[in-house]
């Protein structure tokens, strides 16, 4: 019991720094305080921290591999973003309903695909799931780059491999190779952050429940979880579908701020760089994959200056971050050059005073 209350205080502390910051940065942009490089990193450090948890879920909770994860991210941003299209253009209506929609349209169409995937590829383990997670996330990736849908005279066509022949009335929404283009930015700092917060709190309560705790016995000891009973299938693709969702979630987001998107954004590079994210902050650690993704986004940006040197300047960071957080030499080595007050004995602190005195 006491170490569930730790728990739950370490995560009602978590929660309660990210309302804290976003209320400093909401306060700080309504007051022009901050510069235009800091705004634009605003919500693209929502989408990638949401990233990170929904990862993090499967990888460090779970237990699981995955290599896939931007897949779910474009199957949520394609989807999303037709419905959102489609309720504006051809419906009429407003941007924010059509967006809230849009959301719960990209987290069911995210989670559909992460249960037709995971129903014959969670029975793999170790590098077997990794490899064809990452098979299924390029092949999501080639479908998408192919795929055509818009409104021809009013009414919704999509087709595969080849073009539409749109009437006179026509309004395109994905173009194949090219993607979405001429997007509204529909995505604010707000409500990035809101679905953030909401997705954090599902995490939590999730982790802390008694379904939870079955997942992590799967985590750790398959068998003997198996042998009391607890079911695998149902456990696994439920984490499975939930962090598609989540991704899915997060491609909306994504898109709706970036205003143009292709397929061939979200490759097998941008599954890694969760991954990074993921390991970086460690296993498990939700708090610390908000910290590993909201620094590693704000430091990618930054080194956009220095085009020529940028990735080796990030993989070199990269590094020297994972030795020191991996190496308990370093650590103490480190620890060793930081200056500490030497402690004065109680006895000798009264003389110090008298002397003074």
């Known amino acids: 019991m006491k170490k569930q209350a730790n728990a739950a205080r370490r995560d009602f502390h978590t929660l309660g720094a990210l309302i804290l910051i976003f209320a400093a940065l ?7 305080a901050l510069s235009y490089t800091a705004r634009s990193m605003l919500i693209p450090v929502c989408c990638w921290c949401l990233m990170a948890i929904s990862l993090n ?7 699981e591999l995955s290599l896939g994860h931007a897949g779910f991210m474009s199957v949520g941003a394609f989807a999303g973003v037709s419905v959102c299209q489609l309720l504006r253009v051809w419906l009429g209506w407003s941007d924010l309903p059509a967006l809230l929609l849009s959301l719960v349209a990209a987290a069911l169409a995210a989670a559909l695909v992460g249960l037709l995937i995971g129903l014959p590829v969670l029975r793999l383990r170790g590098d077997y799931l990794a490899i064809v997670t990452l098979a299924f996330g390029q092949i999501i990736m080639s479908v998408l780059g ?3 849908f818009g409104l021809s005279d009013g009414s919704p066509v999509f087709s595969l491999i080849r073009p539409i022949s749109y009437g006179e009335s026509k309004v395109e929404i994905i173009r194949g190779p090219t993607g979405m283009t001429n997007l509204p930015k529909l995505t604010t700092f707000p409500l990035a952050f809101v679905v953030l917060l909401l997705c954090l709190i599902v995490i939590f309560n999730l982790i802390r429940s008694r379904t939870g705790r079955a997942i992590m016995a799967l985590r750790d000891n398959r068998i003997a979880a198996e042998s009391i009973g607890i079911n695998v299938t149902a456990n696994k693709l439920l984490v ?15 898109t709706f701020n970036q205003g143009t ?9 941008q599954s890694i760089m969760v991954l990074v994210f993921v390991v970086l902050g460690g296993l498990g650690s939700m708090r610390g994959s908000l910290i590993a993704a909201a620094l590693l986004t704000i430091l990618s940006t930054l080194l956009n200056e220095f085009s020529s040197y940028r990735m080796l300047i990030y993989a070199l960071v990269l590094i020297a971050v994972m030795l020191l957080t991996n190496n308990e030499a370093a650590k103490r080595r480190l620890a060793s050059l930081i200056p500490r007050r030497k402690a004065v004995p109680l006895g000798e602190r009264g003389k110090g005073g008298k002397e003074n005195g």
């Open 57 to 63: 879920l499967t990888v460090g909770i779970l237990g």
């Open 26 to 32: 909401w306060i700080a942009q309504s007051a022009g």
């Open 146 to 148: 192919n795929l055509y």
């Open 240 to 254: 499975f579908s939930l962090s598609a969702a989540m991704a899915g979630m997060a491609g909306v987001l994504y």
């Open 261 to 269: 998107v292709t397929a061939s954004k979200f490759d097998y590079n």
